[in-house]
């Protein structure tokens, strides 16, 4: 066989195992309720938050949100 051909081959099946994967992410995410969204969504952010704030990072450029100027 053709090593090109192999190599279409190849990337046809690429094509494929990609398409399937996004099709189930996409059926998974259809399936929550826009409740749900909201509730990962701020769940997400609050992790977010949580490692910055522990990684020794601060917000507004590490100044005192009290202190103007």
């Known amino acids: 066989m053709n090593k090109w051909k192999l190599l279409g081959l190849a990337g046809l099946a690429g094509v494929a195992a990609t398409g399937a ?3 189930r992410d996409e059926r998974r995410r259809a399936q929550m309720t826009p409740e ?3 509730a ?3 769940q997400r952010l609050a992790d977010a ?3 910055g704030s522990r990684d020794g990072q601060t917000g507004s ?3 005192d949100p009290g202190v103007s100027g």
């Open 21 to 23: 994967i996004i099709a």
């Open 36 to 38: 749900e969204v909201r």
């Open 40 to 42: 990962r969504l701020r």
């Open 49 to 51: 938050e949580g490692s």
């Open 61 to 63: 450029a590490g100044r």
